[in-house]
Nanobody
Framework: QVQLVESGGGLVQAGGSLRLSCTVS????????MGWFRQAPGKEREFVAA????????DYADAVKGRFTISRDNARNTVYLQANSLKPEDTAVYYC????????????????WGQGTQVTVSS
């Protein structure tokens, strides 16, 4: 059973920054592409960012491109999301998951989701 534990969320003012972390256990980490997703109240979960197994390539949703940076530490089985210049529309619960690429999008690999970490951005 994979375990995904997200942390680092909080309440910040618009323009502020947060660094989210996700530690993975129960599944091989170093060979997996990893990603971040988010779900705002009343909306479906959406893709935010992805990183290849070796960190050599990253991809971002247009809404966060230039403001968010995904990275990973394979020695620690941890993936990070540095979120800068935060906006009120970034308010959501943020989740990590393994990811794979379909013809048109990044999709979550695991059916299981962690508890997520709440990010709230005030205007």
């Amino acid at each position: 059973q994979v375990q995904l534990v997200e942390s680092g969320g909080g309440l910040v003012q618009a323009g502020g920054s947060l660094r989210l972390s996700c530690t993975v256990s129960g599944r091989p980490f170093r060979s997996r592409a990893m990603g971040w997703f988010r779900q705002a109240p009343g909306k479906e979960r959406e893709f935010v960012a992805a990183i290849t197994w070796d960190g050599g390539s990253t991809d971002y949703a247009d809404a966060v491109k230039g403001r968010f940076t995904i990275s990973r530490d394979n020695a620690r089985n941890t993936v990070y999301l540095q979120a800068n210049s935060l906006k009120p529309e970034d308010t959501a619960v943020y989740y990590c998951n393994g990811v794979y690429r379909t013809a048109t999008a990044w999709a979550p690999e695991y059916d299981y989701w962690g508890q997520g970490t709440q990010v709230t951005v005030s205007s």
